[in-house]
């Protein structure tokens, strides 16, 4: 019986994932000034094959965080505070307030 999903086929050609320990030791081996192989594709090539701007492995995307309505508030309060404290003419740089 074949797997309708395809999932068996890919997973057996998929290759397997370099550990941190073989990619240290690959970039140790490598000269800087050495050629690049024939085979090498360039990052800006690469990059345009994908869809998005940034690829997954670079900068994954950025996820929504399901907050309570308390966090706008308090913002805009210490937003205010810092505001007031200036109008005034304090500093609070060193979390004292002194005459500027």
């Known amino acids: 019986m074949t797997d309708p999903t395809g999932a068996g086929t890919a997973a057996a050609t998929a290759p397997e994932p370099f550990s941190d320990d073989e990619?240290?030791?690959?970039?140790?081996?490598?000269?800087?000034h050495e050629p690049l192989g024939d085979d090498a594709v360039p990052l800006s090539v690469y990059l345009s094959a994908l869809p998005g701007p940034l690829p997954d492995w670079y900068m994954p995307p950025a996820l929504?965080?399901?907050?309570?309505?308390w966090r706008g508030p308090v913002i805009l309060?210490?937003?205010?505070?810092?505001?007031v404290i200036d109008a005034f003419g304090l500093c609070s740089t060193y979390g004292q307030l002194v005459v500027a």
């Open 77 to 83: 309060a210490v937003i205010a505070a810092f505001l």
């Open 23 to 32: 990619l240290a030791e690959l970039a140790l081996a490598t000269t800087p």
């Open 64 to 69: 929504a965080r399901g907050g309570g309505r």
